[in-house]
């Protein structure tokens, strides 16, 4: 791994300059096969993602979101285009790098929780926590999604909106610089999906980490500081918000 990626994700890392961008991405394609069988998912995406910015990638099904989002997570490779992590090219990482790239740099967070039934809350996170370079506690970790009171519960102890805030809170505890979220309210109602977006929210304001979120409810664009319509494999629009509106004041 490159001295410069290791400097991206270790807590004794000088201040960055927040003009430059977190990633940097330019004609950016992925076509997924060959000949006549060939899908493009991604045609050509450009833009820059900064530090601190709340970011909404909006699109139907097949837009091509979540083929942007593993991108970003070094999850795929692009098959054209540019794809810059602190200036560094993606695509010249050797899997060691990558590995190293996702365990300490990206959070992830998906619909699924993906919770270990036969582990508490804090035990869950503290998976994360014990291998990565610079982890806050897990009970840390918890406690900034509001989970305090619940860590030394098991997951059937909790309810839907509580286990995403502990998928959350594992993503979060690594303090990775990028925090990846894949339609993560998909799954729950109206309430409980505001607690885990103003969970998300309150990542993004207090640590700093780019956060960005895919989803196909165009209510979460006003969260944003700027959302990305997607549509075949294209962004169609750009929409720069002056002001992000709170998650509870949207119009659900």
Not at 207 to 213: H, P, Q
Not at 224 to 236: C, H, M, P, Q, Y
Request: with cysteine; hydrophobic share 45%.
């Amino acid at each position: 791994m490159s001295p410069a990626v290791v400097s991206t994700v270790s807590s004794a890392s000088p201040p960055r300059d927040p003009r430059e961008p977190v990633f940097h991405v330019h004609g950016l394609a992925r076509i997924y096969g060959e000949g006549s069988a060939a899908v493009t998912a991604l045609r050509g995406v450009d833009f820059d993602l900064f530090t601190s910015e709340l970011i909404v990638l909006l699109g139907a099904s097949g837009s091509g979101k979540s083929t942007l989002l593993n991108q970003l997570g070094g999850l795929d490779s692009p098959t054209h285009g540019t794809l810059l992590y602190r200036g560094t090219d993606l695509a010249n990482f050797d899997e060691s790098a990558l590995t190293n790239f996702r365990r300490n740099a990206v959070g992830f967070v998906f619909q699924a929780y993906n919770l270990i039934p036969s582990l508490t809350a804090r035990e869950n996170v503290a998976l994360i926590t014990e291998i990565c370079r610079d982890p806050m506690a897990p009970e840390d970790a918890l406690a900034l999604v509001g989970l305090a009171d619940r860590m030394d519960h098991f997951p059937a102890q909790l309810s839907g909106g509580e286990q995403q805030r502990v998928a959350i809170a594992r993503a979060i505890a690594k303090r990775p610089e990028v925090l990846l979220c894949d339609e993560p309210t998909g799954a729950l109602d109206v309430h409980t999906g505001i607690t885990v977006l103003e969970a998300i929210e309150r990542i993004n304001r207090e640590l700093g980490t780019l956060a960005v979120i895919i989803t196909h409810n165009a209510i979460l664009a006003d969260m944003a500081d700027r959302v990305f319509t997607l549509s075949d494999g294209r962004i169609v629009n750009e929409r720069v918000n002056a002001q992000r509106g709170s998650v509870r004041n949207l119009a659900w």
